[in-house]
């Protein structure tokens, strides 16, 4: 039997706390915390990490283009653009290309930097007011266009898969498609080439169209509330 006095006395224990459980609550959530704050720190640290190297990568995809570009690029794809599909099927195949004489000065050109005397041989090349373009010179003009495409495929894959910064990606680039200068990435001969031979570039063409679809659409939408 306990006592009276015992009994008081396991009551006064009951009713005192117990310092060593507090403190060892009190260190165990603040270690927690600790704990929290820690990887919340971390997981900010590697996404600032991460957006740095996005900034970093866009950066030199944007240094690598312009090193890459040369004078004779702009004159093939802008020649590219202007023919009709069975002119840029013998492009692609390698076959005998024939434009009007007109183009001379364009062929010029594209090919003095490779060709000497190319002025000259592009008059042999004329029969009937047409000029007839194969061999050599031929597979130069698709060497500087599918060269073009497959750099800026390798480029437009570095936004698809978010290794560079979209948004600057998609900035510098996006002059590349407009259908209103008929600028389409030589959409004919990508398609010539391979339906689904440059796809990064098919799916930035169609981020560009959609934007501008998207802005078209809310001018639009905005002149019929006024």
Request: charged share 30%.
């Amino acid at each position: 039997m306990m006592s009276e006095e015992q009994f008081n006395k396991l009551l006064d224990s009951l009713g005192q706390p117990n310092w060593a459980e507090k403190w060892t609550f009190i260190l165990f959530a603040t270690s927690i915390l600790i704990a929290i704050v820690s990887l919340f720190y971390v997981r900010l640290q590697i996404m600032a990490d991460h957006r740095r190297s996005q900034r970093k990568a866009a950066s030199d995809m944007c240094m690598k283009w312009t090193e890459f570009l040369a004078p004779e690029t702009s004159s093939v794809t802008k020649f590219i653009e202007k023919l009709t599909p069975q002119q840029v099927d013998a492009v692609a195949n390698l076959g005998v290309l024939e434009v009007g004489k007109g183009y001379k000065a364009v062929l010029v050109d594209m090919l003095e930097l490779k060709f000497e005397n190319i002025d000259q041989n592009i008059d042999k090349m004329e029969e009937n007011g047409t000029i007839k373009i194969n061999g050599r010179e031929l597979q130069y003009i698709r060497y500087i266009a599918v060269r073009y495409l497959n750099m800026l495929e390798s480029i437009l894959l570095s936004w698809s898969e978010g290794v560079a910064d979209r948004d600057a990606i998609f900035r510098e680039f996006s002059y590349i498609y407009d259908e209103t200068k008929n600028f389409t990435v030589m959409e004919v001969l990508r398609k010539k080439l391979g339906e689904n031979s440059f796809p990064a570039i098919q799916l930035f063409v169609y981020a560009v169209k959609k934007k501008r679809d998207d802005e078209i659409s809310r001018t639009y939408r905005k002149s019929v509330i006024k």
